[in-house]
């Protein structure tokens, strides 16, 4: 069975950092590209990022180019979002999909706020 | 990196047909075929109901069909179901490599 877990969210301050986690599990996680969706409350779906299997492929929403490093690790099977330079409209649930665009894994999510 | 243009709302009555369009430039929707629609229900996690324009995932109802005509993706949902009111969001691919979403239809059945 296909899983994927986040962790990794919290509350920090404006201008912080944080690292969010999604751990994958029952398939060939080199073998798929990995992405990032976020949504803030009561609000739309937002692209984030993507990175392909062995992690030489990164692209990134111009919304956070520069301030987000996405990277993964096929020895934990676990793909990362580290985000830099947290803004307020960054506040949103985070998830993790498997190959945003023709499967259907998505994680439950981990909520990121960022706030003073 | 503009969302690709989708209505706020639509509503349609149990048993109707509606068509939920999505409206893309020469940089996503009309470039590429890796169109995907998105089904969710509040508080809920995204489910995958068509890709590349028209495909249908396995053990999704043949109800829902997509379609592509120049910069505009549409998904119909025929036999409409108090079960379809959900919110609908595209996806597209883009020529930045990156990918795209609309902003969101929520569909509400009467």
């Known amino acids: 069975e296909v899983q994927l877990v986040e962790s990794g969210g919290g509350s920090v301050q404006p201008g912080g950092s944080l690292r969010l986690s999604c751990a994958a599990s029952?398939?060939?996680?080199?073998?798929?590209?990995m992405h990032w969706v976020r949504q803030a409350p009561g609000k739309g779906l937002v692209w984030v990022s993507r990175i392909n299997g062995d992690g030489t492929f990164t692209n990134y929403a111009d919304s956070v180019k520069g301030r987000f490093t996405i990277s993964r690790d096929n020895a934990k099977n676990t793909v990362y979002l580290q985000m830099d330079s947290l803004r307020a409209e960054d506040t949103a649930l985070y998830y993790c999909?498997?190959?945003?665009?023709?499967?259907?894994?998505w994680g439950q999510g981990t909520l990121v706020t960022v706030s003073s | 990196q503009s969302a690709l243009t989708q209505p706020a709302s639509v509503s349609g009555s149990p048993g109707q047909s509606i068509t939920i369009s999505c409206t893309g430039t020469?940089?996503?929707?009309?470039?590429?075929?890796?169109v995907s629609w998105f089904q969710q229900h509040p508080g809920k996690v995204p489910k995958l109901m068509i890709y590349d324009v028209s495909i249908r995932p396995s053990g999704v109802s043949n109800r829902f069909s997509g379609s592509k005509s120049g910069n505009t993706a549409s998904l119909t949902i025929s036999g409409l179901q108090a079960e379809d009111e959900a919110d609908y969001y595209c996806n597209s691919f883009t020529s930045s490599y990156t990918h795209v979403f609309g902003g969101g239809t929520k569909l509400t059945v009467l």
């Open positions: 999909v498997r190959d945003l665009r023709s499967s259907n894994y």
């Open positions: 029952g398939f060939t996680f080199s073998t798929y590209w």
């Open positions: 020469s940089s996503d929707v009309v470039g590429y075929g890796f």
